[in-house]
Each structure stands twice: as C-alpha cells, then as structure tokens.
C-alpha cells in the first residue's frame, strides 16, 4: 500500500471477522528508528479521535534481512496494525479535482480539532497530504513517527540538530529556518502552518509558497482570515494550537 525509507503498510485481514486493516511494518532496524516506531505506537494507544488514525494492535514477527555485504540474517520485525484507509489526500486530489465547500469545511474542522486532541501529547511535525488518509468520508490524520511528546519522559527530540524536521514543501518557517543552522524552537502553531499549507492547497489547488495575498483566494470570504494568518511567518500571529485553530474556524464558518 505504501512505503518510505523506514516502513512498508500492507493491507491485512482478521480471518475470524473478515475485517481489514493496515499494517506497518519497521524495516529501519536502527536503535534512533526502533525508538521513533515505540513512540508512535504509544502516542496511538494515548490519544484518539475519530479524525485520527485508529491503533489497533502492535507486535514482533520473525523476518529476515540482508545487508549490502554479509550473510542474511534473522531478526524479529517490529509491526503496527491500525485504521485501514482508501488513500492518501494527495491521491484523492489527484483524482477529485476539485473539493466543494460544505465537504472540504467539514473535513477541516475535524482535523483541527484532532489536532488539538493530538496537541495534549505531542506536537506532530509531519503534516502533510501524504499523511492526511482517506477512509470513506473521512479525512484522518496519520504517522507519527516525526511526533515529539510534551512534558513527559519521552519528550527527548530523536531528531539530529542538522537532520530536517518536517516534510519537503510542506515545513513550517521555524523549521526551515533549522536546515539553515537557526535554533527556531518547533511549535504546536508550526503543526497550525502545516495544517493549514494543505488546507490553502485544497482550496485554491495551489501550494502557499512565497507572499500571500487575497488575490490568490478563492474561497469563501469568511474564513480567510483564520487561514491566511495561520500561514504568518511570525508564529505569533498564528492560532497557537489546534484547540485555538478549531475555534476560529468553528466561528468563522458560523459567521458565514
């Protein structure tokens, strides 16, 4: 169904039910990459959300793997099972076109609001339409892998202080000020610029790059605000969570 450098989803099924599910398999056998997997494994059994991916089960299976040079060799493959989904965003868009409003408004606010349940544990850092599935009617958000628990034993960074924070295209400000040697802190207002880098891109079919204007906007008037300021270079303009995000657009879209 999918892979990265890291992991392979495969769909699975309970012979007993005849239900489906993913299952992602850890092919990174590296301690920092294992460490990651447990994190988001247990980030998954803390938080739920119906906009959030489902956990399900976790565990080892016998596996074997070759390096470039040496004998093959056996080793137990750490796996997570979770909520199965049809695609990706970026697959659905690629196919949909086009996303009217009383369904992409809907979709929005749900994943705020995951968000904010997301936000009492972690910030995500890897908002993207690759980890945005789509399951039926519902736009969740998925892989925690890059996620940085708050406040808590596990709230140590796994992440190189040269090593990117974020994905391609799609990194907040504060992280892209880090690829150039700046100490920018990532913040729960750089998942708010993430989320919001895909909801611009859902509205006006294009990426949020370079200075933005209401000339570029296409949407309905009444939540542009709520939109364009969550893609302040200046975190402090931004709603500083997912909780805030929500009710912003919560309002806005009554207003309208």
Known sequence: MGNGGNAVVHKCIDYITGEEYAIKFQLSLQPKKIKRFLNEIKLLQEVEHDQLIKYYTHGECAGKYKLKKGPEKEKNIPFLIMTLANKTLKEFMFEQGN????????????????????????????????????????????????????????????????????????????????????????????????????????????????ILTKEDWVGPDHIFDVIYNSLSHDPNKRPYDGEKLFQELYEATLAG
């Open 99 to 210: 996303v009217d409003f009383p369904e992409y408004i809907a979709q929005f606010q749900g994943l705020a609001a995951a968000l904010a349940e997301l936000h009492k544990k972690a910030i995500h850092r890897d908002i993207k339409p690759e980890n945005i599935l789509v399951s039926g009617e519902t736009w969740i958000l998925s892989d925690f892998g890059l996620c940085k628990f708050l406040e808590t034993e596990e709230e140590e960074d796994l992440t190189g202080e040269k090593e990117n924070v974020g994905p391609k295209f799609w990194m907040s400000p504060e992280a892209l000020n880090r690829t150039i040697g700046n100490k920018d802190e990532i913040l729960k207002c750089s998942d708010v610029y993430q989320l919001c880098s895909v909801f611009w891109y859902i509205i006006n079919k294009r990426h949020p790059s370079g």
